[in-house]
């Protein structure tokens, strides 16, 4: 099985496979320049940005009502995130604020916490570069390091996040300026879909790991 989120990122990059036959329809197949084309592979910069934008968004919320749902008391949340959802509370002049946290009102702190955290980050989160996914995932899940599980052979954790952020960035200048400071190119799309893939292969399986570990059960 595989988590929702995969499976709409599964969904939503199908809109690149038809950007790709309206290519071939436009410049043909084979080797050599296509002329024509530059706003079709600007626009799969585009796709692919928003497909990984929304599976990070999806699989942070899923993820987080699963650890919500199933883990089997308070003392089992992430420190972090308890730290993250009772410093409002603990904020307050009143003192009767506390009693919040009594029975199940934890839960109820919790949800409150999950929807600040994702006004937060996600109301403004457009450039889902590493630094913001890593920020994201800690706060609300209390992941440590999300994108230090982005390494596969041939490719470093370190040189994961870079390729991911310079291709995010390239996505920026297109969507403000409406165009690059050089062309952009086919395979620049093709890459960028299969590092985005790897990402969310590896993603997936770091989050499942840490369910498992602060449940006791697997979310997928």
Known sequence: MQSNAKNRFDANKRDIDELWR?????????????????VLNRAAIVFVTACWESFIEDLAVEAFDFMLSNVPSADKIPSKVRDQATKPLFEQEDSREV????????????????GSTLEKWLGHFHTPKTEQVDKLYED???????????????????SAAEKLDEYVTIRGNIAHRTAHDEAVHKNWGTDFLRHAERLVEKSEAAVNDHLMRVCKKAPW
């Open 140 to 158: 609300l899940l209390g992941v440590k390091k999300l994108s230090s599980q982005w390494h596969w052979q041939g490719m470093s954790v370190a």
């Open 99 to 114: 009693w919040k946290l009594a029975d199940n009102g934890w839960r109820a702190l919790l949800s409150s916490h999950r």
């Open 22 to 38: 309206i290519h071939e329809e436009v410049a043909g197949v084979g080797a050599g320049r296509k002329h024509g084309v530059d």
